[in-house]
């Protein structure tokens, strides 16, 4: 099937983020009910957003400004990146350019995302990469988001 930047346009809402390593095991790194959104812009920007479930609110209520367990343990569950991105439409892959960075590890960078589009369901496949000495495969299935 051919694939044209256009066909990614549009917000679209999780429906699972999963963690394959190279031995096959499936985990779960912001949970089985991770929620979030990503958006890709006509103008070549794009955003995501996820979040673990069940985060605390901040005892003190205050929009910055919580313990330092309390500001560690909401960073621990959100993740959320922004900035251009590119389609390479022959390839089907989608590279995204990270500005602003909710992990600042990622600040600067750029990752590479294969793209696999049937209907209204996106999914996302990272290249493999190395977590604590054992390769892994990222994989986030996405639903377009009705107007």
């Known amino acids: 099937m051919e694939f044209k930047k256009e066909m990614i346009i549009g917000a679209y809402s999780l429906v699972s983020y999963q963690v394959t390593d190279a031995d ?20 070549g920007y794009m955003s995501a957003q996820m979040m673990s479930q069940g985060r605390p609110a901040y005892e003190s209520r205050s929009l910055h400004t919580g313990t330092l367990e309390e500001m560690a343990t909401a960073a621990e569950g959100y993740m959320a990146y922004s900035g251009p991105f590119e389609v390479d439409e022959q ?57």
Request: glycine residues 6%; aromatic residues 8%; negative net charge.
């Open 91 to 147: 390839n089907k892959v989608v590279t995204h350019h990270m500005t602003v960075s909710m992990n600042p590890t990622w600040l600067g960078n750029s990752q590479l995302r294969y793209v696999n589009l049937k209907e209204d369901i996106l999914e996302i496949t990272s290249s493999p990469i190395i977590v604590d000495g054992k390769e892994q495969i990222a994989s986030l299935v996405w639903k377009r988001v009705e107007q």
């Open 24 to 43: 096959g095991n499936i985990t779960y790194p912001m949970g089985k009910d991770c929620t979030g959104f990503i958006m890709y812009h006509p103008d």
